[in-house]
């Protein structure tokens, strides 16, 4: 089993910067993939930014430029450096990870962190 857990989020000015962060804990062999989700009051979730393993990344067409991810593999973690914050912005923010578990990473499974609050007021 493997849990995500992420952490700084928070209410802001416009134009502020918030930095995420997410780690993962438990049986993790290796996580080819990150992403960052979002999720706001009526919509739908939608994808922010994702890094694959292979060293892709992709961004929303609203956030390039504003929104940098980057993951650190020796601490299973991934960050989300959030600049220029719009109120358009305010939603729960959930990290996403498909990672490998096993002696030799056999098992592939999807898991979803809990969520952090982000509200940008103008």
């Known amino acids: 089993q493997v849990q995500l857990v992420e952490s700084g989020g928070g209410s802001v000015q416009a134009g502020d910067s918030l930095r995420l962060s997410c780690v993962a804990s438990?049986?993790?062999?290796?996580?080819?993939?990150w992403g960052w989700f979002r999720q706001a009051p009526g919509k739908q979730r939608e994808l922010v930014a994702g890094?694959?393993?292979?060293?892709?990344?992709n961004y929303a067409e609203s956030v390039k430029g504003r929104f940098t991810i980057s993951r650190d593999d020796a601490k299973n973690m991934v960050y989300l450096q959030m600049r220029s914050l719009r109120p358009e912005d305010t939603g729960v923010y959930y990290c996403?990870?498909?990672?490998?578990?096993?002696?030799?990473?056999?098992?592939?499974?999807?898991?979803w962190g809990q969520g952090t609050q982000v509200t940008v007021s103008s």
């Open positions: 996403h990870a498909d990672v490998r578990s096993g002696a030799g990473g056999e098992y592939d499974y999807d898991y």
């Open positions: 890094d694959t393993s292979r060293g892709s990344v």
């Open positions: 438990g049986s993790i062999f290796s996580i080819d993939t």
